[in-house]
């Protein structure tokens, strides 16, 4: 099963793919900073794993990359006042080596409990944050996902 038919992936990548092309444009600059963009399987690559989600950072420069993440499910019907539950969950480090103009596949494992919410139709929202340190410099690059939704 490729991610694109995946009911708990497919959305997020869209809406990945999306971010990246807004990272792209704001942290564009030569000095190694790191841009986070939707890592999606094509037809003969591996397929991603169900309750996984694939991140994919090219930066200018070379270095190690650490990603982390938060996940954040909101809880019950939201009052008429005050401020509505929810539930956050924190996804990663990862890490791993890039280097000069090469893209780098780091893959996030969703919790049980979370990808159980998206089935039963939570309403879940996710930031991410690659952050690169290289002999280059440093750089961080921040991708949010307002809307996360299971596909049936």
Same mark, same amino acid.
């Given at each position: 099963?490729? !991610?694109?038919?995946?009911?708990?992936?497919? *959305?997020?990548?869209?809406? #990945?793919?999306?971010?990246? #092309? /807004?990272?792209?444009?704001? =942290? $564009?600059?030569?000095?190694?900073?790191?841009?986070?963009?939707?890592? %999606? *399987?094509?037809?003969?690559? !591996?397929?991603?794993?169900?309750?996984?989600?694939?991140?994919? /950072?090219?930066?200018?420069?070379?270095?190690?990359?650490?990603? %982390?993440?938060?996940?954040?499910? =909101?809880?019950?019907?939201? *009052?008429?006042?005050?401020?509505?539950?929810?539930?956050?969950?924190k #996804? $990663?480090? /990862?890490?791993g080596?890039?280097?000069? $103009?090469?893209?780098? %596949?780091?893959? /996030?494992?969703? *919790?049980?409990? !979370?990808?159980?919410? =998206?089935?039963?139709?939570?309403?879940?929202?996710?930031?991410?944050?690659?952050? =690169?340190? $290289?002999?280059?410099?440093?750089?961080?690059?921040t991708?949010?996902?307002? %809307?996360?939704? !299971?596909?049936?």
């Amino acid at each position: 099963m490729f !991610a694109e038919e995946n009911r708990y992936i497919g *959305p997020t990548l869209d809406r #990945l793919d999306e971010t990246a #092309l /807004v990272l792209n444009d704001e =942290l $564009g600059n030569p000095r190694g900073t790191s841009t986070a963009t939707s890592g %999606t *399987p094509r037809q003969g690559s !591996a397929a991603v794993k169900p309750g996984t989600l694939s991140l994919k /950072v090219k930066c200018a420069g070379a270095g190690k990359v650490k990603l %982390t993440g938060t996940l954040t499910q =909101l809880i019950g019907a939201r *009052p008429r006042h005050g401020k509505q539950k929810s539930k956050t969950y924190k #996804l $990663g480090p /990862v890490n791993g080596a890039v280097k000069v $103009g090469k893209s780098l %596949t780091l893959t /996030v494992k969703l *919790p049980a409990a !979370a990808v159980t919410a =998206l089935g039963n139709g939570a309403k879940v929202s996710a930031t991410f944050t690659a952050a =690169l340190t $290289g002999p280059a410099g440093a750089g961080r690059a921040t991708a949010n996902i307002a %809307t996360l939704k !299971a596909t049936r």
